[in-house]
């Protein structure tokens, strides 16, 4: 450290000497000469790390939230999970971090997105990629059987985020599973019935649910001819249509899978076909696919499952797409995924591509690659894109420039003269004890005229305002905000009053 400052003195006093020979006008020479010795000195002294710039940002792929941002996303989440316990659902949670070896070899291909831990005490851990996973080792290490549970948390995944298109590397998901050993179908027809409650409440535009069968999927590489070691990494190739055109997937498995040309064409003949119901019956009368016992049993489910979402009255939201694969490794049965027709292009707007919105499916091993007896629970479930859904909401209120409301507060407890600081403390003391969402302004003598306009721009609907007249009568002046008009209310009456003027119920039992 004294070497530095001394250099860094040396440095000083350089400078000062070509400073002064420049306004003494010395000769271009002597100049140059002092200038060299000074960037010599520099050279030597180096950067000095401890006053390099920090940068303030936040890490790739990760945002800030501001307090309008979390009213919009508190209102999303509202509505997803009043729909979970409207179907009977109980909430878990889970650690952020999970074992390595537990979520190794569950996701495929995708198993390079997920972020390690450095060792901290001889546990090799992973930050959790999904909820399903974690929860599959929640049943196994609980030994449960039967649950209905739905789940709210970050995920993480080393992806290469699309901010724009509400693609992150930390990210909520809003998962809703049961698990347990039930008639086929019924569960499974449930869940694409919240999956579409969810979407139509959120009023994000119209969707489409496309949904599959990985038995299906691999009776059909079956009879298409691929060989069993390639079955997940074609199926994770075919994932991919809902991107690019048939003939990149088709140059993905030839050129860096080896698959023959010839089964790739077969394949291609199938994953194009989407419909409902009807092709479902076409495909069980296939001379080739209704002859593999696997194929057969996906195809028998499916048109079960569309009996039952007839019944639900979902059955026109649904299509029968051979192309969806969804390619996480854990999937065994029926898999489906809500994707948006298009982004409703208010005023203002532009196009917004987001991709999937939902998915979800049915994976009956995983459960039994965590219990040590091999114990199968069978397992259904979803998960809501909720990203995805507030770059869409965002945008809508930003086009609309819509106000969002980002506090509760019910009334501001005002005075209208000064010196009365400690009777808008009572007051307020008052209201919060009573369950009222109240707030006063940190000034001992605001002017009205704030306290109104700071009313106006929160949005809080009522003003209760002290006046010495007011203490003297024992009545609070109440205020609407909107409509400016004034009334007089005994005090003892002013949380009933407005508690009556705001919705909220009278009694808190």
């Known amino acids: 450290m004294a070497e530095r400052a001394a250099l860094e003195e040396l440095v000083k006093l350089q400078g000062e000497r070509v400073r002064g020979l420049k306004q003494q006008k010395a000769s271009a020479e002597l100049i140059e000469e002092e200038v060299a010795k000074l960037l010599k000195l520099k050279a030597q002294l180096g950067p000095d790390e401890s006053k390099q710039k920090f940068v303030l940002k936040t890490p790739k792929g990760t945002r800030d939230y501001s307090p309008r941002q979390m009213a919009v996303r508190e209102k999303v989440f509202d509505i997803i999970i009043r729909c979970f316990k409207r179907h009977g659902a109980e909430v878990i949670d889970t650690p952020v971090f999970e074992l390595k070896e537990t979520l190794t070899g569950k996701y495929g291909e995708d198993s390079k997105l997920i972020y390690d831990l450095k060792d901290q005490g001889g546990e090799l851990l992973s930050l959790r990629y999904d ?38 590397r930390e990210f909520y998901q809003c998962d809703f599973d049961i698990a347990g050993n039930f008639d086929p179908m019924i569960p499974d027809a449930e869940c694409l019935k919240i999956m579409c409650e969810i979407l139509s409440s959120l009023q994000i535009g119209d969707f489409l649910v496309k949904v599959n069968d990985r038995r299906i999927l691999d009776g059909m590489f079956a009879i298409c001819g691929v060989p069993d070691s390639k079955f997940r990494t074609i199926c994770s190739s075919v994932d991919k249509l809902d991107k690019v055109s048939w003939e990149e997937v088709k140059n993905e498995m030839v050129g860096e899978k080896g698959l023959a040309p010839e089964v790739a064409d077969r394949i291609g003949d199938y994953v194009q076909q989407h419909g409902g119901v009807s092709l479902v019956e076409q495909l069980l009368q296939d001379p080739k696919l209704s002859q593999n016992k696997q194929a057969l049993e996906g195809l028998r489910d499916l048109k079960l499952l569309f009996e039952y979402l007839a019944l639900f009255g979902i059955d026109d939201k649904i299509s029968f797409d051979l192309s969806l694969a969804r390619g996480l490794d854990y999937y065994t049965g029926v898999i489906y995924e809500a994707v948006l027709l298009q982004t409703p292009a208010q005023a203002g707007e532009e196009p917004l591509g987001v991709g999937s919105v939902a998915a979800g499916g049915r994976y009956d091993g ?46 501001l407890v005002a005075s209208a003269q000064k010196k009365l600081l400690e009777e808008r403390l009572k007051l307020v003391s008052e209201l919060w004890d009573a369950g009222i969402k109240a707030e006063l302004l940190y000034k001992k003598n605001p002017k009205l005229l704030n306290q109104l306009q700071y009313c106006e721009e929160a949005g809080i609907p009522l003003v209760a305002i002290i006046g010495e007249q007011e203490l003297k009568d024992g009545v609070i002046k109440l205020r609407s905000v909107t409509s400016r008009e004034e009334v007089d209310v005994r005090r003892e009456d002013l949380v009933e009053e407005i508690k009556r003027r705001t919705g909220q119920p009278l009694c808190v039992c």
Request: proline content about 5%; glycine content about 6%; aromatic content about 8%.
């Open 366 to 411: 995983l459960v039994g690659m965590f219990d040590p007896k091999g114990r199968k629970v069978p397992c259904v479930g979803l998960s809501i894109g909720v990203e995805r859904i507030f770059s869409i909401v965002e945008q809508r209120l930003e086009a609309l420039e819509e106000k969002v409301r980002t506090t509760e507060t019910q009334v």
């Open 131 to 168: 909820l399903t996973v974690p929860f599959a080792r929640y049943l196994a290490m609980n030994k449960l059987n039967n649950i209905k549970r739905y789940h709210i948390a970050k995920v993480y995944r080393r992806d290469n985020p699309a901010m724009t298109r509400g693609r992150y």
